[in-house]
């Protein structure tokens, strides 16, 4: 492996000699497909033999046409398909020992010794097994006659690598398994036409989604739809619980709301292990209360349809390390699972993620309720909380009284996702005894007076909104900065939280610069980012670039589909991100793209001939269709029409070209659960933030902040959520391209050429090391990788 400056490149890493089988086990979860190309690609890649096993366990044990060679081809256009092309099966044969001689049989035939298992526990615990008992089976195979003591010598060790595909997320370990983004987006647009239906009959809904042991599903759509109530195994409702749920559903009715939404999951249980079935819930709404109500069963429709972008990148970022890691290990390696954890790929005990998991469902049993929501992780129990700041709102005299005023304001463009971030942040100054105050249109409203008060039945329903409910306007404070110090002394505010992208970092820079003049402006003040184009210092992610992503991932799929059948065609497609070419690159990695081009990687004429080249050849084999996307301002002279001309002509013969310019569409639509989730939660770390910073600085009956850390940037940053004092930001930032100076998913790239046959170079340094799962890992995981 090429070592320079500490730094580890897999070019001299070889699976020459190497084979490699993959399977699909257990209950299907959409992105397994993602996740087996990315290894018969990555495979294929580094030299070695890669195999299928279809079927699953099922397909290993009864050998023969179940054990196949991949080829490169064989796995195009399997990224968008949902399930798993492969097959899977639940296998009886498996759990004999005499199954799994067979099984070890017919691998050693093939000379497969490295094995990537994609599935959940107990599949994962299955291949465990067999690895510890491989050198046995061998022996007895010897014994029997049916391989020689060459072969049992030459594949003396079986490796395995894991990962974990299951919609339920109940997995320790990992922040989020393959699948359950996209489950979450089947039950949130169901959820989304229930809500309308709902409203036209004021009528109830019970809705139950999947998750027998685990409430990941249940409880994070019921964040993201902001439902009524919700029921979930881990955490039972107090005794008692009918009576108050059904207290603040009536509640809801009479301050004028027309729907409730009752989320519960399939394993619900109550203080005592008894199942509640939301049959139950409906006649317990329909005896008390009197209300219309529904029960709607989503069952295996959530584990249907595409996989969500998000889902495969994930995939595909976990099948290329799967691949390192089995060329890395030895013979004493542990088994590990490829997981995530905030956005970094990372490699964990097999074993120990098992037992953990395990102690999950123990202390349940045992009615261990609050050890078992800590054993799932940070990131649910985050879920949890804020949920319950969110859902119930406790009694004015229970409130504390603060005398704090709080302004949010939307600045910039439009992003999805940051209607909830408002909707949390005035819960929860609500809950914190603040006075909350919504500014309309940005700075501009600001200056102009556009404030008003706003309480908590004012938000309800904003999370599933798109765009922006206040307002937003790209226009900076600077010209107006006295009018808006103004306002902020008529108005008595006393901490500012911004949402927003670029323009919204500026924003504060500049009410920072007059803090000297202004002592109105000496207040904390703090900014979330949203803007698809996910270009603002300090954070790897922003509010609405997911949901963006998502929205050319569907339309790549489509557009690809278009030329089924037809004759062999390449589409050029324009995404937007201003200079950032995150979009561009990472949706190129969702949508199987050939090529992107963006900004902060320069290319020349000579590139753009390599990649026509490139496409001839790919266009020589069964593939048909190529896909091409540029960034609007990757380079000024090489438009999207100068690319489109180029293909067109130099492909003369071989392909025809087609562009499509995404545009305000990626801007536009519903936000996606993850982006409702992340906007949500950043939001309402932001709010509890301003409590702090305003208790401290509150001297002699008035607020006064103007030191560097009283305003603050919240990013995510690799594993954690990270307040960054906006001064420091500075050197970070390529003011004149309005993008940070280095950024993460840069190395993301390599991903995506490997994955389309390139040769490239790619930094592996961040992979590698085996780390142990901790019990609630310090702060860290409260990135949530995601939601």
């Not at 992503?549 to 790549?556: P, S």
């Not at 081009?597 to 390599?610: A, C, G």
């Not at 982006?675 to 001297?699: P, V």
Request: net charge neutral; glycine share 10%; with cysteine.
């Amino acid at each position: 492996m090429a070592q320079t400056d500490n730094k580890k490149f897999f070019e001299n890493l070889t699976g020459a000699g190497k084979a490699i089988a993959v399977l699909t086990s257990g209950g299907d979860a959409q992105g397994m497909n993602a996740a087996v190309r990315a290894v018969v690609r990555m495979g294929i890649y580094v030299g070695a033999k890669v195999y299928f096993v279809h079927e699953g366990y099922q397909g290993m044990v009864d050998g023969g046409d179940n054990i196949k060679e991949a080829t490169w081809e064989s796995v195009s256009s399997m990224l968008q398909m949902g399930g798993t092309v492969i097959g899977s099966a639940r296998c009886k044969d498996f759990r004999s020992h005499e199954g799994r001689l067979k099984a070890a049989h017919n691998l050693v035939q093939r000379g497969i010794t490295n094995l990537c298992v994609i599935g959940g526990d107990g599949s994962l615990t299955g291949a465990n097994l067999f690895r510890e008992e491989w050198s046995g089976l061998l022996a007895e195979l010897v014994q029997q006659g049916l391989i020689d003591e060459e072969a049992a010598q030459k594949y003396s060790a079986l490796h395995i690598v894991g990962m974990v595909g299951s919609i339920d997320n109940d997995f320790c370990g990992t922040d989020m398994t393959i699948g359950t983004d996209s489950a979450l987006h089947r039950i949130i647009e169901v959820v989304d036409a229930i809500m309308t239906t709902a409203q036209s009959h004021q009528r109830t809904f019970v809705l139950e989604v999947m998750g027998r042991h685990c409430g990941y599903l249940a409880l994070v759509s019921a964040l993201a739809c902001g439902a009524d109530w919700v029921l979930i195994p881990e955490m039972p409702p107090e005794d008692g619980w009918e009576e108050k749920m059904c207290q603040k559903l009536s509640a809801k009715r009479a301050g004028m709301k027309r729907l409730n939404i009752i989320i519960v999951a399939e394993g619900a249980i109550d203080r005592n292990n008894k199942a509640i079935t939301s049959e139950h819930v409906k006649n317990l709404v329909v005896q008390r209360l009197g209300f219309d109500t529904r029960v709607t069963i989503l069952g295996h429709v959530q584990r249907g349809g595409t996989p969500s972008a998000f889902d495969r990148i994930l995939a595909s970022r976990m099948g290329v390390e799967a691949v390192l890691a089995l060329l890395e290990t030895t013979a004493n390696t542990a088994a590990c699972v490829v997981s995530l954890c905030g956005n970094q790929s990372v490699r964990l005990p097999l074993m120990e993620c098992v037992q953990m998991t395990q102690q999950v469902q123990k202390a349940m049993d045992e009615k261990r309720f609050e050890e078992a929501v800590q054993l799932r992780g940070r990131s649910f129990e985050n879920n949890l909380k804020t949920y319950k700041l969110l859902a119930h709102r406790k009694p004015e005299s229970e409130l504390p009284q603060s005398n704090f005023n709080v302004a949010v304001l939307n600045v910039g463009a439009p992003a999805a996702g940051m209607n909830a971030a408002v909707r949390s942040a005035v819960r929860v100054g609500i809950s914190e005894g603040h006075k909350m105050f919504a500014v309309s249109d940005g700075f501009e409203g600001f200056y102009k007076g556009q404030i008003k008060e706003i309480k908590w039945a004012d938000v309800g329903g904003w999370t599933g909104q798109g765009g922006s409910l206040l307002g937003t306007k790209r226009m900076l404070p600077a010209k107006h900065i006295d009018k808006i110090a103004e306002q902020m002394r008529k108005y008595n505010i006393n901490a500012l939280l911004v949402i927003g992208g670029f323009e919204a970092f500026l924003g504060i820079m500049e009410l920072l610069a007059a803090r000297g003049t202004y002592e109105e402006l000496c207040v904390p003040m703090v900014m979330v980012p949203a803007t698809v184009s996910n270009n603002v210092p300090g954070s790897d992610l922003s509010i609405g670039a997911d949901t963006a992503l998502n929205a050319i991932t569907d339309t790549c799929d489509r557009i690809k589909q278009s030329a089924s059948g037809t004759k062999h065609r390449v589409f050029i497609i324009e995404t937007m991100g201003g200079y950032c070419g995150y979009l561009a690159s990472v949706g190129g990695l969702a949508a199987g793209a050939d090529a992107a081009y963006i900004f902060e990687e320069p290319f020349d004429i000579r590139d753009l001939q390599s990649n026509v080249e490139h496409l001839t050849e790919k266009m020589k084999t069964s593939i048909q269709r190529g896909l091409v996307l540029r960034n609007e301002n990757s380079n000024e002279n090489y438009t999207t029409d100068f690319i489109y001309q180029l293909y067109s002509e130099e492909g003369k013969g071989v392909f025809d070209c087609r562009k499509n310019v995404l545009g305000h569409m990626q801007q536009g639509g519903a936000p996606s659960p993850f982006d409702r989730n992340f906007g949500t939660k950043i939001a309402a770390k932001a709010m509890q933030w301003i409590t702090k910073k305003l208790n401290e600085s509150y001297r002699k009956g008035r607020v006064f902040a103007n030191t560097e850390d009283s305003a603050c940037l919240l990013g995510m940053r690799r594993r954690a959520m990270v307040f960054q004092p906006v001064v420091q930001l500075k050197d970070e930032t390529d003011f004149v391209h309005r993008i940070p100076k280095e950024q993460w998913w840069l190395k993301l790239r390599p991903l995506m050429k490997i994955l389309a046959k390139y040769k490239t170079s790619y930094d592996v340094s961040d992979s590698g090391q085996l780390e142990h799962v901790v019990l609630n890992r310090p702060k860290e995981s409260e990135a949530m990788a995601a939601i």
